[in-house]
């Protein structure tokens, strides 16, 4: 590993944007977390930033920063995101609204202000989506929404980025059990999850693919399907 190599993860507060950090930071990278309330990570080469990344002028002022430490990323991980669980009836406009703000418009800024770091025929983008992109289900559907915009969005950036040689791999799993259930009330069995050492399993085989493969969409849930 290269020792100026950067990667930049969104949402490393905690859960899976917390143990993707770890990981790189392990494997010798440079790390950069974005989050809106900071993270306990502690490594001296990583670097915590305080952004809302809903606010563009917050992404901008993001970046001058990291422009303060390197001018290219090798890896850039949209893992920020919001997820909250009710019917369509008792959804009210500003939750719908807040799941496309973080879920969809974040990863936008992101991405609109990461052009002067791309690293030709190497940066490669991996997006943390959900198998609620590719197929709605009860009770998620201001998540669901925001998922199917994001995969589109996606899609949009990958063939505007190709002459680049810019890949973008999405992972799209089924439910993993972080932190975040436990602020939901729904009876669903935690045994027919996803682990998070699940999750890094598909996300090491990721990040250490050759440079000429991209994983366009890898799907992955717990055997036993969907939770219902």
Not at 31 to 50: A, K, M, Q
Not at 53 to 73: F, N, Q, R, W
Not at 153 to 182: C, K, N, Q
Not at 204 to 212: A, E, K, N
Request: hydrophobic share 40%; charged share 20%; with cysteine.
């Amino acid at each position: 590993m290269d020792e100026n190599q950067f990667a930049l993860i969104t949402g490393t507060s905690s859960g899976l944007g917390y143990e993707m950090a770890q990981y790189l930071l392990e494997e010798g990278y440079n790390v950069i977390g974005v989050s809106r309330r900071g993270t306990s990570l502690d490594h001296p080469n990583f670097i915590d930033i305080l952004c809302d990344i809903k606010e563009e002028a917050a992404v901008e002022e993001m970046y001058e920063l990291i422009a303060g430490h390197t001018d290219s990323l090798s890896l850039i991980v949209l893992n920020a995101g919001i997820f909250e669980m009710s019917p369509i009836v008792e959804t009210s406009t500003k939750e719908f609204s807040d799941h496309l703000a973080t879920n969809v418009t974040g990863s936008f800024h992101i991405l609109k202000h990461a052009s002067d770091f791309l690293i030709e025929d190497l940066t490669h983008v991996v997006v943390i989506s959900s198998i609620a992109a590719k197929k709605g289900l009860a009770n998620i559907s201001a998540y669901s929404a925001s998922k199917f915009a994001l995969n589109g969005m996606i899609e949009s950036v990958r063939e505007e980025w190709e002459h680049l040689g810019i890949r973008f791999s999405t992972l799209m799993p089924g439910a993993i059990y972080t932190p975040l259930w436990d602020e939901e009330n729904e009876d669903l069995p935690r045994d027919e999850m996803l682990s998070m050492g699940d999750f890094m399993h598909v996300f090491q085989m990721i990040v250490t693919s050759p440079v000429y493969m991209q994983f366009p969409e890898i799907t992955f849930l717990h055997k036993k399907g969907l939770l219902k």
